[in-house]
């Protein structure tokens, strides 16, 4: 198994439908994030999600909706599934999703 020890330059970096042109994975999905999570943190049904403080460290991570997650990226994950509209339209109404890289 190849353990490359820096990116691949040949993969090309992400690029949102918007335009957008993220850094890397990471940053496309920080700008994902901020254009389709609404503010209030509730989904189309009116639950309110959001990762809940924790009364120490050895607390499980939790949702405010109940669910909880052993780690950050699964909290995160759940978040944007719950919060991300379905269309991918941000409130700027422009579409937000990682483009076909081979529509350049
Ligand atoms: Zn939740
Ligand atoms: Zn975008």
Request: aromatic share 2%; with cysteine.
């Amino acid at each position: 198994m190849n353990a490359p020890c820096s990116k691949a330059p040949t993969l090309k970096a992400p690029r949102c439908e918007c335009g957008y042109r993220a850094a890397d994975a990471d940053d496309l999905f920080i700008h994902l994030a901020e254009m389709l999570l609404p503010d209030g943190d509730t989904d189309h049904n009116g639950i309110a999600h959001a990762e809940v403080a924790r009364a120490d460290s050895d607390s499980p991570l939790a949702c405010l909706c109940g669910t909880t997650a052993n780690t950050l990226t699964e909290l995160d994950a759940h978040l944007r599934a719950t919060l991300t509209p379905a269309s991918e339209i941000g409130p700027d109404g422009a579409r937000h999703a990682l483009a076909d890289p081979g529509a350049d």
